[in-house]
Every structure is written in structure tokens, then in C-alpha cells.
């Protein structure tokens, strides 16, 4: 299973039902743009902190840190709820901190 197939399953089991369309929209948003373009393919019991920590490091740069929190937020929530990431997987990598 890829992690674009996590997030599908997390995202409408445990976020759709629970939020406005709005923010479901805004949440499905930053997946696409942040996470799912860099790692969606990847099968989350291979990945590893640096992995994650290389696709942030991206991010950061042209993004407002709120922007990179959320989006680190969602993929963490993602992690905790789903079977198949490697457990501890979302306090091995460091979150982006703040400008």
C-alpha cells in the first residue's frame, strides 16, 4: 500500500466526516500540493525520518510557516491513525519550525 492509499482511506474514514467541506477541501489541498507530490508513492513501512525531513526542507522555503505546520499536523494525525508506517515514524523526524 503507497501512502497516497493511506491517505485516501485516513482521509475519508477519520477527516470527511468530521469537518466542513471547506476545510476538507483545504486539508485534501495541502496533501496534493506538499506531501502527495513528493512522497505519495512511496509505502510507508520503507520510508524513514529523513525522508520526510528532505521533503520539508523543500517546502520551507516558499511557504508561510503556518502553511508547513499544518501540513505537518495532517501527515503526523495520518501517521498515528494508520496502519502500515513504521511505528514511532512521525517522532523520529523533527517538525519544521517556525520562521
Request: some cysteine.
Amino acid at each position: 500500500m503507497t501512502l497516497n492509499q493511506c491517505l485516501d482511506r485516513w482521509f475519508g474514514t477519520g477527516v470527511k466526516p468530521r469537518v466542513r467541506q471547506n476545510t476538507c477541501q483545504d486539508r485534501e489541498g495541502m496533501l496534493r500540493r506538499y506531501i502527495r507530490t513528493a512522497l505519495g508513492e512511496r509505502v510507508p513501512a520503507a520510508m524513514r525520518g529523513l525522508d520526510i525531513r528532505a521533503t520539508y526542507r523543500q517546502i520551507e522555503g516558499g511557504l508561510q510557516a503556518r502553511t508547513v505546520h499544518c501540513t505537518d499536523v495532517l501527515l503526523k494525525s495520518a501517521m498515528r491513525r494508520e496502519n502500515g508506517f513504521p511505528t514511532g515514524l512521525s517522532q523520529v523526524y523533527t517538525s519544521p519550525r517556525g520562521r
